[in-house]
Nanobody, 113 residues
Framework: QLQASGGGLVQPGGSLRLACAAS????????MAWYRQAPGKERELVAS???????VYAHSVKGRFTISGDNFKTTLYLQIHSLEPEDTAVYYC?????????WGKGTQVTVSS
């Protein structure tokens, strides 16, 4: 089970830290990631983190977003700086475990003045 939190309403230029708490699925995790889905758009990959610590970021968030996790894969984080209105979306955490995707319910991030 995955539960994302930390979203909210922030002004442009602001920061947020999203967290995803994982339970019951620590073993067999191949990779973890954050996705987002804006209104009227498809869900897109924001950042991913694999077992070797390698990260991948969407071009639009490079330099502003940082994905990290604890050593036990119980919590996944997404540190977000310099938020832009275009970052407004529901953010979902994703664990790939034994080749199967698991999704949390998502947390809303709204960037507006």
């Amino acid at each position: 089970q995955l539960q994302a939190s930390g979203g909210g309403l922030v002004q442009p230029g602001g920061s947020l830290r999203l967290a995803c708490a994982a339970s019951g699925m620590i073993l067999g995790v191949d990779a973890m990631a954050w996705y987002r889905q804006a209104p009227g758009k498809e869900r897109e990959l924001v950042a991913s983190l694999d077992n070797d610590g390698r990260t991948v970021y969407a071009h639009s968030v490079k330099g502003r977003f940082t994905i990290s996790g604890d050593n036990f894969k119980t919590t996944l984080y997404l540190q977000i700086h310099s938020l832009e209105p275009e970052d407004t979306a529901v953010y979902y955490c994703n664990y790939k475990r034994y080749g199967v995707d698991y999704w949390g319910k998502g947390t809303q991030v709204t960037v507006s003045s």
